[in-house]
Nanobody
Framework: QVQLGESGGGLVQAGGSLRLSCAASGRTFSGNVVGWFRQAPGKEREFVAGIRWNSASTYYADSVKGRFTISRDNVKNTVYLQMNSLKPEDTAVYYC??????????????????????WGQGTQVTVSS
C-alpha cells in the first residue's frame, strides 16, 4: 500500500509560480510511474505530467509543456511539479497518483487516470487574473 500526500498549493496571480510536492509513505516510488492530474469544477480529471521513477522519463500534457516541470528526489522519495507562468485556466485541485510498474507501459497509459492505483487527497491551486 502507498500513501500519498500533496502539498504546495495555494493562491497565486497569473504569471506566478508554485511548486507542488508529492511524498510517499508505506512504500517508495521506485519502479513505478508517478503522475500529476488536475480536476477543475465541473470538468473531468485530466493528466498534467508524469515521470517514470527509474528512468526519469517525463511526460506532459500539451497545455503545460514549457511551463511545468516534473522531477523527483530519490532520497526524499518525493515528486515535484514546478509550475511557472500560471494561468487562470490552471486553477484546479491537483492530485498525484502512482501507477504500479507493468512491462510495456505506453504513453497513453501514463496519461490515463484509470490506469493509476493510488491517489493522494489533492491540493488546491487557484490562479487569479
Amino acid at each position: 500500500q502507498v500513501q500519498l500526500g500533496e502539498s504546495g498549493g495555494g493562491l497565486v496571480q497569473a504569471g506566478g509560480s508554485l511548486r507542488l510536492s508529492c511524498a510517499a509513505s508505506g512504500r517508495t516510488f521506485s519502479g513505478n510511474v508517478v503522475g500529476w492530474f488536475r480536476q477543475a469544477p465541473g470538468k473531468e480529471r485530466e493528466f498534467v505530467a508524469g515521470i517514470r521513477w527509474n528512468s526519469a522519463s517525463t511526460y506532459y500534457a500539451d497545455s503545460v509543456k514549457g511551463r511545468f516541470t516534473i522531477s523527483r528526489d530519490n532520497v526524499k522519495n518525493t515528486v515535484y511539479l514546478q509550475m511557472n507562468s500560471l494561468k487562470p485556466e490552471d486553477t484546479a485541485v491537483y492530485y498525484c497518483a502512482v501507477k504500479r510498474f507493468r512491462p510495456g507501459i505506453t504513453t497513453a497509459q501514463v496519461m490515463a487516470p484509470r490506469e493509476y492505483d493510488y491517489w493522494g487527497q489533492g491540493t488546491q491551486v487557484t490562479v487569479s487574473s
